[in-house]
Nanobody, 123 residues
Framework: QVQLVESGGGLVQAGGSLTLSCAAS????????MGWFRQAPGKEREFVAS????????YYSESVKGRFTISRDNAKDTVYLQMNSLKPEDTAIYYC????????????????WGQGTQVTVSS
């Protein structure tokens, strides 16, 4: 399995921006589709965005479409989540995940997970 480490979370005011990073190690990063998920207190883990191995195909949840952008740099073994126009309801722990195959929107399809990074958006 690939090892994943997220970074870039923090506290931001509503309307602000953050960029999350997820660094991979241990396996060939370019072999994996990558996903970002989030989990708020008392809620289930939910899909945010995913991207194909070559970065051509990207998918977003309706709640973040137009505000968040997922991208990857296979030379740096890193996937990013650029988050703009943040809202208080975006507050959650954000996780990156990896899988071999298509960039699924279902968390149980992913094999490797990072430890998560906290994003807090104040109103």
């Amino acid at each position: 399995q690939v090892q994943l480490v997220e970074s870039g979370g923090g506290l931001v005011q509503a309307g602000g921006s953050l960029t999350l990073s997820c660094a991979a190690s241990g396996r060939t990063f370019s072999s994996y589709a990558m996903g970002w998920f989030r989990q708020a207190p008392g809620k289930e883990r939910e899909f945010v965005a995913s991207i194909s191995q070559n970065g051509v195909a990207a998918y977003y949840s309706e709640s973040v479409k137009g505000r968040f952008t997922i991208s990857r740099d296979n030379a740096k073994d890193t996937v990013y989540l650029q988050m703009n126009s943040l809202k208080p309801e975006d507050t959650a722990i954000y996780y990156c995940a990896a899988r071999v195959g298509y960039p699924s929107t279902f968390p149980n399809m992913y094999d490797s997970w990072g430890q998560g990074t906290q994003v807090t958006v104040s109103s």
